[in-house]
Every structure is written in C-alpha cells, then in structure tokens.
C-alpha cells in the first residue's frame, strides 16, 4: 500500500479558486462556460478563511451563496453574516497580550490586506466610515513617528 496525502484546503489556497468554481457549477449546470461566478470581494472573503472544515466547508459555504443569490456573480453578501469574521477573533486571541489600540490596528491592517489596500471597502468591512479609518491610520503613523 501507499499514501496519498492531500494537504488540507488552509494550506493550498492558490487552488481555492478553481475550487470554487468547479463546486459553483456543479448548483448552477446551466451557466455558460467563462461567466463570472463570484466576484473578487468574495472570493478575498473565501481566500481569508482558515477552512477547518476543508472542502466541505467550502462546498457547504458556496451552496448557502447560490440559494441566497439570484444573478451571478456571488458576492460577499450571500456568504453567512459570520464568516470571514471568525479567522479574526481565532487570531487575536491566539496573540500575545496587546492593546486594544494594537488589535484594533491588526484589524484594520487584515481588513485591508484582504481587499488590497482599497480603503473604502476596509471600512465597509470593519463597519466604520472611511473619515474614521483615515483618522485611525493617521493616529497610528502619529504614534510610529512619535517613537
């Protein structure tokens, strides 16, 4: 006998796109070949997750989307209300002790990361105005300036 290892899906990414849209298809046969199936903030939202469930999760995920969405592309308001949320909270609680100031920081830091340093989706996502995220980037570079 031999092993076949499969990594799990937190650990391959690079294929959550292709993932994705093979399992798109498979709810919606009827589309044609090159339509778009999920837009970028979506699948940033998707590619953000850390997967405990693996494949399934993704395949339970992307069918809750396709019963919530009447036209394509999916996006982000058809994934459930708490994802994309809970890779956060494993993560702050997961580091060192810090401020409230520091996590507030690294939230705003992966809310952009995750949509590519565009500033009024971040805020969208973080559910504050852009004034509010520009003044808390410039409190923070203050601070790095002050020492």
Not at 77 to 93: A, M, N, S, T, W
Not at 97 to 119: C, F, V
Request: hydrophobic letters at 40%; aromatic letters at 2%.
């Amino acid at each position: 006998t031999f092993e076949i290892r499969i990594p799990p899906l937190r650990e391959r990414i690079s294929d959550l796109p292709a993932l994705a849209e093979c399992l798109l298809r498979r709810h919606r046969p009827d589309v044609r070949p090159g339509t778009q199936l999920i837009d970028d903030e979506a699948l940033s939202i998707l590619k953000a997750h850390v997967w405990p469930g693996n494949v399934r999760e993704l395949a339970n995920v992307l069918e809750h989307a396709t019963i919530l969405c009447d036209t394509l592309p999916i996006q982000a308001e058809h994934l459930p209300r708490h994802f994309g949320k809970r890779q956060l909270r494993k993560e702050l609680r997961a580091a060192v002790p810090m401020s409230l100031r520091d996590m507030e920081m690294m939230a705003i830091e992966q809310a952009l990361q995750r949509h590519d340093g565009n500033k009024p989706a971040a805020a969208e996502e973080l559910g504050v105005s852009l004034k509010t995220l520009y003044n808390k980037l410039n409190s923070a570079e203050d601070r790095k300036a002050a020492g």
